[in-house]
């Protein structure tokens, strides 16, 4: 993947805290947020990972319930490393695979790669309402 820091950096109007980025260990994908700090201002970073290093999030948004279904989450066995409503898109997707998507309530747009299952998941709110933005180039 090539350096997405232009990508970024035109949307530094949309996320003015800070940017994160991920790029697989084949060099084929590469992830890029820029954060708006709401929930979990200190500990919100993203792109978010699993505790085995599988599995790498970016979203953007508000998950409805959030706190709710974290309580469910950790009953479950679930672990989280911050409070924000972010994580918990990644524990539903640990807890259902790709159904995950139908446990999210809320205002979002995320996209969700899982090395171990070669899968890429990019997905929307059921209206629409934040923007998803990807691209694919000859490196990937």
């Known amino acids: 993947a090539r350096d997405i820091t232009p990508a ?6 949309r996320g003015p805290d800070g940017q994160g980025v991920w790029i697989s260990s084949g060099s084929h994908i590469a992830l890029g947020h820029r954060r708006l700090s709401i929930i979990d201002i200190a500990g919100g970073a993203q792109p978010l990972h699993s505790s085995d290093g599988s599995v790498h999030l970016v979203i953007n948004g508000e998950i409805y ?3 709710e279904q974290r ?5 479950r066995g679930h672990a989280f490393t911050s409070n924000s409503d972010s994580e918990v898109a990644l524990a539903l997707y640990r ?3 790709a159904d995950f998507i139908n446990h999210l309530r809320g205002e979002f747009a995320l996209i969700l790669v899982d090395t171990r299952a070669n899968r ?3 997905a929307r709110d059921r209206f629409g309402i934040k923007p998803l933005c990807y691209t694919t180039t000859p490196d990937g």
């Open 8 to 13: 970024l950096d035109a949307l530094a109007h």
């Open 65 to 67: 319930g959030h706190r």
């Open 71 to 75: 309580a469910e989450l950790i009953a």
């Open 95 to 97: 807890e259902y695979g």
């Open 120 to 122: 890429v998941i990019a």
